[in-house]
């Protein structure tokens, strides 16, 4: 089992920049892929990033792709994905997900573990 604890979510102003983070327990992280995910009300959830067990691959939905960066410290157990440029489109709820396998995905039933989400709110 893998355990996996998003934070720094909030409210921020259009073109404004935030930094989400995952905490991960229960598994060597080194053997995770980690992805982010979103949901918006009335939404599906999908796919926003994912980064590969050593970070030195990374896959971006292209609709974030430029502004959205992800990011691992395995000495940690966190994935990160700092967000800039926001757009009130970004609204929704960030997932952190974590794979067991080691190849990159970005389709959600890939995934075998899910935090709780954080909000991330875009005002206009």
């Known amino acids: 089992q893998v355990q996996l604890v998003e934070s720094g979510g909030g409210l921020v102003q259009a073109g404004g920049s935030l930094r989400l983070s995952c905490g991960a327990s229960?598994?060597?992280?080194?053997?995770?892929?980690m992805g982010w995910f979103r949901q918006a009300p009335g939404k599906e959830r999908g796919f926003v990033a994912a980064?590969?067990?050593?970070?030195?691959?990374?896959y971006y939905a292209d609709s974030v792709k430029g502004r959205f960066t992800i990011s691992r410290d395995n000495a940690k157990n966190t994935v990160y994905l700092q967000m800039n440029s926001l757009k009130p489109e970004d609204t929704a709820v960030y997932y952190c997900?974590?794979?067991?396998?080691?190849?990159?995905?970005?389709?959600?039933?890939?995934?075998?573990?899910w935090g709780q989400g954080t909000q991330v709110t875009v005002s206009s």
């Open positions: 229960g598994r060597t992280f080194s053997d995770l892929t």
């Open positions: 997900a974590a794979d067991r396998t080691r190849i990159l995905s970005s389709r959600r039933a890939e995934y075998d573990y």
């Open positions: 980064i590969s067990w050593s970070g030195g691959s990374t």
